[in-house]
Protein backbone atom coordinates (compact mmCIF):
# COMPACT_ATOMS: atom_id res chain seq x y z
CA UNK A 1 0.00 0.00 0.00
CA UNK A 2 1.30 3.56 -0.93
CA UNK A 3 0.05 6.20 1.12
CA UNK A 4 0.12 10.30 0.03
CA UNK A 5 -0.21 13.06 2.44
CA UNK A 6 -0.30 16.25 0.75
CA UNK A 7 0.85 19.59 2.49
CA UNK A 8 0.82 23.51 1.51
CA UNK A 9 -2.49 24.82 0.61
CA UNK A 10 -4.14 27.60 1.68
CA UNK A 11 -5.52 31.37 0.79
CA UNK A 12 -3.59 33.45 -0.94
CA UNK A 13 -4.49 36.98 -2.88
CA UNK A 14 -4.16 36.89 -6.92
CA UNK A 15 -0.89 36.98 -7.97
CA UNK A 16 0.82 35.33 -4.74
CA UNK A 17 2.32 32.03 -4.72
CA UNK A 18 2.10 28.76 -2.92
CA UNK A 19 4.50 25.77 -3.17
CA UNK A 20 2.42 22.11 -2.35
CA UNK A 21 4.13 19.28 -1.40
CA UNK A 22 2.93 15.19 -1.40
CA UNK A 23 5.15 12.58 0.45
CA UNK A 24 4.55 9.30 0.02
CA UNK A 25 4.68 6.41 2.42
CA UNK A 26 4.26 2.97 2.49
CA UNK A 27 5.68 0.69 -0.54
CA UNK A 28 5.82 3.63 -2.40
CA UNK A 29 9.58 3.25 -3.95
CA UNK A 30 9.33 2.63 -8.06
CA UNK A 31 6.54 5.21 -9.67
CA UNK A 32 6.46 5.84 -13.43
CA UNK A 33 5.16 8.91 -12.82
CA UNK A 34 3.58 11.62 -10.81
CA UNK A 35 1.40 14.36 -10.55
CA UNK A 36 -0.82 17.43 -9.61
CA UNK A 37 -4.72 17.42 -10.41
CA UNK A 38 -7.00 20.16 -9.31
CA UNK A 39 -11.04 19.96 -9.18
CA UNK A 40 -12.90 23.13 -8.73
CA UNK A 41 -16.72 22.83 -7.11
CA UNK A 42 -19.15 21.21 -9.61
CA UNK A 43 -16.32 20.55 -12.05
CA UNK A 44 -14.20 17.69 -13.22
CA UNK A 45 -10.65 16.89 -11.84
CA UNK A 46 -7.97 17.77 -14.36
CA UNK A 47 -4.92 17.47 -14.95
CA UNK A 48 -2.34 20.24 -13.72
CA UNK A 49 1.14 19.15 -14.39
CA UNK A 50 3.46 15.64 -13.84
CA UNK A 51 6.50 14.73 -13.97
CA UNK A 52 7.75 11.03 -15.13
CA UNK A 53 10.13 8.67 -13.36
CA UNK A 54 12.65 10.37 -15.96
CA UNK A 55 12.22 13.72 -15.45
CA UNK A 56 9.76 14.95 -18.14
CA UNK A 57 7.38 17.71 -17.31
CA UNK A 58 3.73 18.06 -18.76
CA UNK A 59 1.57 21.03 -17.67
CA UNK A 60 -1.72 21.95 -18.85
CA UNK A 61 -2.13 25.12 -20.88
CA UNK A 62 -3.30 26.84 -17.65
CA UNK A 63 -0.29 26.25 -15.82
CA UNK A 64 1.92 26.91 -18.51
CA UNK A 65 5.28 29.55 -17.32
CA UNK A 66 3.98 29.95 -13.51
CA UNK A 67 3.83 26.56 -12.39
CA UNK A 68 6.60 24.06 -11.64
CA UNK A 69 6.80 20.30 -10.58
CA UNK A 70 9.83 18.77 -9.64
CA UNK A 71 10.77 15.76 -7.44
CA UNK A 72 12.92 14.43 -4.84
CA UNK A 73 13.13 10.71 -5.02
CA UNK A 74 14.92 9.89 -2.08
CA UNK A 75 12.31 11.34 -0.31
CA UNK A 76 9.95 10.02 -2.16
CA UNK A 77 8.06 13.62 -2.49
CA UNK A 78 6.58 15.25 -5.18
CA UNK A 79 6.61 19.42 -5.37
CA UNK A 80 4.35 22.31 -7.41
CA UNK A 81 5.40 25.43 -7.19
CA UNK A 82 2.46 27.92 -8.39
CA UNK A 83 3.63 31.24 -8.96
CA UNK A 84 0.90 34.42 -10.69
CA UNK A 85 -2.29 32.37 -8.87
CA UNK A 86 -5.51 33.41 -10.31
CA UNK A 87 -8.92 33.37 -8.89
CA UNK A 88 -9.57 30.40 -11.10
CA UNK A 89 -7.09 28.53 -9.56
CA UNK A 90 -9.34 27.88 -6.56
CA UNK A 91 -9.61 23.72 -6.61
CA UNK A 92 -9.06 21.12 -4.33
CA UNK A 93 -5.51 19.69 -5.14
CA UNK A 94 -4.63 16.13 -5.83
CA UNK A 95 -1.36 14.52 -6.08
CA UNK A 96 -0.83 11.06 -7.98
CA UNK A 97 1.67 8.45 -7.86
CA UNK A 98 1.40 6.34 -10.53
CA UNK A 99 2.86 2.72 -10.85
CA UNK A 100 2.59 -0.45 -13.06
CA UNK A 101 -0.03 -1.56 -10.95
CA UNK A 102 -2.14 1.24 -10.68
CA UNK A 103 -3.14 4.81 -9.21
CA UNK A 104 -2.74 6.49 -5.84
CA UNK A 105 -4.19 9.54 -4.73
CA UNK A 106 -3.82 11.86 -1.83
CA UNK A 107 -6.59 13.22 0.29
CA UNK A 108 -6.45 16.90 -1.47
CA UNK A 109 -5.64 20.02 -0.18
CA UNK A 110 -7.67 23.41 -0.34
CA UNK A 111 -6.19 26.48 -2.30
CA UNK A 112 -8.23 29.65 -2.63
CA UNK A 113 -7.09 32.73 -4.51
CA UNK A 114 -9.02 35.75 -3.19
CA UNK A 115 -8.07 38.96 -1.86
Known amino acids: QVQLVESGGGLVQPGGSLRLSCAAS????????MGWYRQAPGKQRDLVASITSGGSTNYADSAKGRFIISRDNAKNTVYLQMNSLKPEGTAVYYCNFRYVIGDYWGQGTQVTVSS
Open 26 to 33: GNAFGANA
